[in-house]
């Protein structure tokens, strides 16, 4: 198995390979995926549900192409006391920042800080059965780690790989959402 150096570095390969064009039209599967796969959990109904969204960066999958973002009630994640909070907000309301260390869309300073009963995760990759790799920093882990949230990956299909090198505070997804499929974490005896 790879490291996960090398595997990050492939991965982003991967990524920075894709042109617009095939980045809009596998964003837009993604999202159809997404929005399929909300609506069978019947989650788009539900008007007090929270879910965690991301504004994308470096190629990361465009989710909300397919979603009426009026119809649920979505937080982005900031930076506040050395740790990742959600605080409700619309993509139409994202402000620059520059949080986690990079510059990105999020919410703005005075926004209302939740906790999401779902969220939707990015990753450079994941395994059918959950695992996910990240950029490396742990903020998404350390955000998880005590969340019951239910966890959904998001990502392209050429971003699924056999296995995932992880580490005992990698945090697994419940659910896994790209182009071609939505995986259900594997309960393993």
């Known amino acids: ?20 064009n095939d980045h809009h039209q596998l964003s837009l599967l993604v999202s159809q995926k997404l929005t399929e796969f909300l609506n069978d959990q019947k989650v788009i109904h539900k008007k007090k549900l929270v879910i965690g969204v991301f504004a994308p960066i470096q190629k990361e999958p465009d989710w909300f192409l397919a979603i009426d973002e009026t119809k649920i009630q979505t937080a982005y994640p900031a930076y506040a006391n050395d740790r990742m909070i959600f605080k409700l907000a619309r993509m139409s309301e994202l402000i620059n ?32 059965d959950g695992k996910r790799l990240g950029r490396g920093k742990g903020f998404y882990d350390r955000c998880l780690e005590h969340s019951s949230a239910v966890k959904i990956g998001i990502a392209f299909e050429m971003q699924i790989e056999e296995d995932i090198p992880t580490d005992e505070h990698d945090i697994q997804m419940d659910f896994v959402v790209t182009d071609k499929d939505i995986y259900k974490k594997e309960l393993r005896a």
Do not use: C, Q, Y
């Open 97 to 128: 920042r520059t949080d986690f260390g990079v510059k990105i869309l999020g919410p703005a300073e005075n926004a209302t800080a939740v906790t999401p009963d779902l969220i939707i995760v990015p990753g450079l990759g994941f395994s059918k």
């Open 1 to 20: 198995m790879s490291s996960k150096k090398d595997l990050r570095r492939k991965l982003k390969t991967i990524l920075s390979s894709i042109s617009e």
